[in-house]
């Protein structure tokens, strides 16, 4: 039996380091002040990620774009984009200043967590590398949505998608 080699590239499957942002000022002292910074010590933590990445995918929040910069995490490339944002739940420390606090609706996380895999996988690293290593840095609500798993501060879990 001879496969069609499109059939092979319809079901390869990208392996993916998902990690979620250090500890933030809201999750160690409840500040709900909108897109909090990480704490000192939360800083101190991100320097545990490590890892020789061709693409970084990162949430534009800025607990998440500190926890890339004060990580060991070596990249060739990184794209921010607010499809991998916090969940937008009410809690003011997920909104930017001046951002109106609407509240998506589970179809709108749905549809924006799909969008997300799909952008993904257009990625120039995920199409043309034979073994991309791509990380995501994100939000725990929203990591949780993605891939139906919890994660602690710093956590990484690596899945297929």
């Known amino acids: 039996?001879?496969?069609?080699p499109y059939f092979l590239l319809?079901?390869?499957?990208?392996?993916?380091?998902?990690?979620?942002?250090?500890?933030?000022?809201?999750?160690?002292?409840?500040?709900?002040?909108?897109?909090?910074?990480?704490?000192?010590?939360?800083k101190k933590l991100c320097s545990s990620m490590k890892g020789r990445i061709d693409l970084v995918i990162c949430s534009t929040m800025r607990r998440a774009r500190e926890t890339l910069d004060n990580s060991e995490i070596v990249y060739k490339r990184v794209v921010y984009?607010?499809?991998?944002?916090?969940?937008?739940?009410?809690?003011?420390?997920?909104?930017?200043?001046?951002?109106?606090?609407?509240i998506e609706s589970s179809k709108d996380i749905e549809d924006r967590v799909q969008q997300f895999k799909e952008f993904i996988k257009q990625q120039p690293e995920a199409t043309v590398l034979d073994?991309?290593?791509?990380?995501?840095?994100s939000h725990g609500c929203f990591l949780y949505r993605?891939?139906?798993h919890g994660f602690g501060n710093?956590?990484?879990h690596i899945l297929d998608i």
């Open 131 to 137: 073994y991309p290593r791509i990380a995501v840095v």
């Open 146 to 148: 993605m891939v139906n």
């Open 81 to 102: 984009t607010d499809l991998c944002r916090e969940l937008l739940d009410g809690n003011t420390s997920n909104l930017y200043n001046g951002e109106d606090n609407t």
């Open 154 to 156: 710093c956590q990484c």
């Open 1 to 4: 039996m001879c496969l069609n």
């Open 10 to 42: 319809l079901t390869m499957s990208i392996k993916v380091a998902f990690f979620r942002h250090g500890p933030s000022t809201f999750n160690i002292n409840g500040d709900l002040s909108p897109n909090v910074p990480l704490t000192e010590d939360g």
